[in-house]
Each structure stands twice: as structure tokens, then as C-alpha cells.
């Protein structure tokens, strides 16, 4: 029967965790309006270089104060003319009743009041003290009102705002571009670095558990000839769940890996591309390893059907790591024989073969 095979060798081999990544800016900005007012035209587009404490990201022209009308003027000095008038009021019956106070004092040292008396003049003048307290506050209340507008003359306006970088980098967008009035805090521009990337990779929790940072992992499909590489930061300690596009539950984390590629290699690359990641979770450098198609289960062990004087003998193996591609080989075969690969059911125990290619494991 003909049959084709590969060699078992001696080489390296990893394993590795293959899942879909993106790039992130680890560092991003969202400058927002400091203050109500007019928003002058945003120059800027996205890719444009700032400088941190620097360049005008965006002007602001303040809102003038309202000013009273006549009537509204007039109440605001009747308010202050009448908390003023409390004020007066209440500190003359402060002065009266700490004077009265006084006279309970010498006559109760005389015995001529009770202590009872004496207690009801300390209330009236603590009252009566309190009672000032927040006529004063009243007056100076009224006045601040009155104040502010007061000082303020038709046709004045305020200096403009400036509004600059608080950081270096790019602009990544921009969200207001014309000018037009905005709120206090209404978000105008976002900034980050490009240059300053990591890789966010979701991969199942069990996977996750199993990577460590430091792990080294080898971005591909990015763009570029070359991988780019990178190590794990961190495994968020939080997993969440996400359905496959088979429909399937998946309880997934995120694992954060920094981008170590010189940037002058990695010059193209910005936020939100799409890489494919390989997490290197094990390899090494001399390890007897045979094509993954080669080994199928038969019961509760590996086997392979080995291909030794012309026949296709069955042979119980014990296998280690793999690659997916690849199986690491511990026990059951030696360097150099030749096995039979994607045998399937038409193979059996004796049976005589003949190979149609001698080939090597990748």
C-alpha cells in the first residue's frame, strides 16, 4: 500500500498560544474645553506633531457676563440695602443683651436673680450673637452679587483661552473641528504618542493562566517582512465572556504585551492595527519531535505506525509539548526512522507498505 511518511528528527521546537491582537497607545489624551465660551476653527488634523506645554491645540474665546438690566439692579441693591440694614439691627440687639447680661451677673453675685435668670440672659446673648453672625454673611452675600456685575461694562470681553498640548506626540483625532460655542468640559482633542505602542491579545482564560510576564511573543501580519517583538506585561487578573463565531461562550482575558521593535523598524504601525500574536509559552533547542499528523490516539495512549522493514508496525508513544505543526516525542521512537503520516483507517498492524516520500519534520 502506498503511504507517505516523514522522519522523525532532532530540533526546536515551541509552543505557543496563537490568538488576534491590536495595537494600543499606552498613553492617550483627551484635552476638553476649560471653560464655556466660543471655540476659534481647530487647525489641527489627525497626524499633526505637538509639543508638550507648547503648541495651541485650541483657542476659546469666554462668554461675557450677563449684565443687570434696571430692575434687576434694583433688587440687587434692595438686597443689600436690606441685609445691611439686618446687620445694624441684629448688632444692636447683640449690644443690648450682652449689656443685660452684665446687670445678671452683679445681681446674681448679690443673690438678687437665680441662676435661672442668669442661664435665660446667656441664651438671649449667644441668640443674639448668632443672629449677627449671619447678617453679616447675608450683607456680604448681597454685596458679592451686586459686585460682580457691577464692574462689569457693556462691550468689555475677556482674554482669550489657550488651550496647549499637556503632552508630546500626535493628534489622533479631532472631535471639534469648526468653531462653534462649547460647553466647560466638552471634549475637543485626542493626543497620544504612536511611537509608544503595546498589544492587547484576548485569549481563553485557561491559556491566560498558564503565561507569564516576560513571556516573549512575535507579532506577524502587521504589515511588515519581519515579526515584530514583544513581552508581556500583564494578564488582566479580570476575564470576561465572548461568543465565538460558532455561537460558542468563551470565558477570555486580555494579556498586555510592550512592543521591544526599535521604532524605526515599526515606523507604519499605529493604534488599533490588527496583528496576529504568537505567545511563546515554552521551546527549546534539541527535542525529538515528529509531524503532529503522524500521531493519532488509540485508546488511552499516542501511538504512530513506524515503517520498519517494509511494514507498517504500530508503535505506543509517549509525547510531550507541541506546536500544533509539531509533537515532541519522549519515549517510543529513535532519531531517523520513518513514520507514516495521516495513516487513517486503511493502515493496520503488518500491513506492507511503501512510502512515497521520505520527508523531514519543519
Do not use: C
Amino acid at each position: 500500500m502506498p503511504v507517505e511518511t516523514v522522519k522523525v528528527v532532532t530540533g526546536s521546537l515551541r509552543a505557543t498560544v496563537n490568538e488576534e491582537g491590536k495595537t494600543r497607545i499606552k498613553q492617550r489624551f483627551l484635552v476638553s474645553a476649560p471653560v464655556a465660551g466660543q471655540l476659534r476653527r481647530i487647525p489641527f488634523k489627525a497626524g499633526a506633531e505637538i509639543i508638550a506645554g507648547e503648541t495651541v491645540v485650541a483657542v476659546i474665546d469666554p462668554l461675557a457676563p450677563v449684565l443687570l438690566d434696571a430692575r434687576t439692579r434694583a433688587l440687587a441693591e434692595a438686597r443689600r440695602d436690606t441685609a445691611a440694614a439686618n446687620v445694624e439691627r441684629a448688632r444692636a440687639a447683640q449690644k443690648f443683651v450682652a449689656s443685660e447680661l452684665k446687670r445678671f451677673e452683679i445681681l446674681f453675685a448679690e443673690k438678687t436673680v437665680s441662676i435661672q435668670e442668669l442661664e435665660q440672659g446667656q441664651w438671649r446673648e449667644t441668640t443674639a450673637a448668632k443672629e449677627l453672625t449671619a447678617a453679616e454673611a447675608a450683607l456680604r452675600q448681597a454685596e458679592a452679587e451686586l459686585a460682580e456685575f457691577s464692574t462689569t461694562t457693556p462691550g468689555q470681553s475677556r482674554p482669550p483661552i489657550e488651550v496647549k498640548a499637556p503632552a508630546s506626540g500626535r493628534v489622533l483625532r479631532v472631535l471639534e473641528e469648526s468653531s462653534r460655542v462649547v460647553t466647560s468640559g466638552l471634549p475637543l482633542v485626542e493626543i497620544g504618542n504612536p511611537a509608544d505602542l503595546e498589544v492587547v491579545i484576548e485569549v481563553l482564560s485557561r491559556d491566560g493562566a498558564a503565561i507569564q510576564p516576560g513571556t516573549r511573543v512575535d507579532l506577524e501580519q502587521w504589515g511588515g517582512t519581519e515579526p515584530l517583538e514583544a513581552r508581556v506585561r500583564l494578564v488582566e487578573p479580570a476575564a470576561f465572556t465572548k461568543v465565538s463565531a460558532l455561537g460558542v461562550e468563551e470565558q477570555r482575558v486580555n494579556v498586555i504585551a510592550d512592543i521591544v521593535t526599535p521604532v524605526a523598524k515599526r515606523a507604519s504601525v499605529g493604534d488599533n492595527f490588527r496583528v496576529e500574536a504568537r505567545i511563546i509559552t515554552w521551546e527549546a533547542d534539541q527535542v525529538l519531535k515528529v509531524a503532529s499528523g503522524a500521531v493519532f490516539r488509540r485508546g488511552d495512549q499516542h501511538a504512530v505506525f513506524a515503517v520498519r522493514g517494509g511494514r507498517a508496525t504500530f508503535q505506543a508513544v509517549t509525547t510531550g509539548r507541541t506546536s500544533g505543526t509539531e509533537t515532541e516525542i519522549t519515549s517510543g521512537l529513535n532519531e531517523g526512522e520513518a513514520v507514516i503520516i495521516y495513516p487513517g483507517d486503511r493502515i493496520n498492524d503488518g500491513d506492507r507498505v511503501k512510502p512515497l516520500k521520505i520527508g523531514a519534520a519543519r
